[in-house]
């Protein structure tokens, strides 16, 4: 038994090792949350303000733009993945691969080409592993992504977007998939069409017409041109909308982080607890053991000199 007993101890300290790691990468992710919550923030109004810039080109000009102008018949489809570079976050990334997956699958069903792009480590090797083609990836900037980061992945989308010919690397439509931060137990990964753009009525805009009973549209004067603006819009668009996106992305998967953390610092706890009375019950044995001995030792003894003195 007293073996038994050292394997539990042994046991008992390995675990008691690894949630103190667990306890410390759940801290870690906890005051990432906080900032990443801070930059989400911070960006959306900027995002919100150029989305409304756009739409309102769009909607205030006579211009075919491919910006948004949908082809008749789209043949190419965009997918920008967002995935995280390391793990040990739950869910996180299989969650987004397989919204990823349902939106490839029914752009396929649609008769359209799927072209991946993708962000994060985790993201390319499940790609690669099965074989899946990848046009162009990303990754080292998933945790605290910046603008510049934005903006890099946002080039050769924005190109892919604006070059006609297939043969050349054009596509039709570009969309995003990515992970919503919506509180800190609530993350949702979202695919959302990005280009060309849709047109969707605001709660405010909604509530406005419903009060006046009729919509008045606002007249704007373009300078140089509609179309020239819409080509200077185009990459700030798509720039703020990655940018928010990978925000998003990394704020979800700290909370992601924080919660597999929790709940195998949690796990641990229990294990510990059971392994603890294991070798209770283990030493407990071995004392009864050596009591056990003791005694029928003596008792040997006992009868020993019982027998002589006879």
Do not use: C
Not at 173 to 182: K, S
Not at 232 to 244: A, D, F, G, K, T
């Amino acid at each position: 038994m007293g073996a038994q007993l050292r394997v539990y101890k042994r046991r008992i300290k390995s675990v008691t090792a690894t949630k103190k790691i667990t306890r410390a990468m759940e801290m870690i992710a906890a005051s990432r949350i906080v900032k990443a919550q801070r930059r989400v923030r911070a960006s959306e109004p900027y995002s919100k303000e150029l989305t409304r810039a756009v739409t309102a080109v769009a909607r205030g000009s006579n211009v075919e733009h491919w910006l948004t102008t949908e082809v008749e018949r789209p043949a190419r489809a965009a997918v920008l993945l967002v995935t995280s570079d390391r793990g040990l976050a739950g869910g996180y990334n299989s969650n987004a691969i397989k919204a990823a997956d349902q939106l490839t699958n029914r752009l396929i069903g649609e008769g359209k080409e799927v072209v991946n792009y993708i962000v994060g480590n985790k993201g390319v090797s499940y790609y690669r592993f099965r074989d899946r083609a990848i046009q162009q990836s990303w990754n080292g900037f998933t945790d605290n992504p910046t603008y510049a980061d934005a903006k890099r992945v946002a080039e050769p989308l924005i190109e892919a977007i604006k070059t006609e010919s297939a043969a050349q690397g054009g596509v039709d439509e570009l969309h995003i998939v990515y992970t919503e931060f919506v509180s800190m137990m609530t993350q949702t990964p979202v695919a959302n069409r990005m280009l060309p753009l849709t047109f969707e009525k605001s709660a405010e805009e909604s509530a406005e017409v419903l009060v006046k009973g009729t919509e008045l549209l606002p007249l704007y004067d373009f300078e140089p041109s509609a179309e020239e603006v819409l080509d200077e819009l185009l990459p700030r668009y798509v720039e703020s909308r990655i940018y928010n996106a990978l925000l998003q992305a990394a704020a979800s998967k700290h909370a992601a982080t924080r919660r597999a953390m929790k709940s195998a610092t949690d796990n641990a706890e229990e294990l510990i607890k059971s392994l603890t009375r294991l070798a209770n019950a283990a030493r407990q044995a071995d004392i009864t053991q050596e009591i056990s001995e003791i005694v029928g030792g003596a008792s040997a003894l006992a009868d020993a000199s019982a027998g002589s003195d006879r």
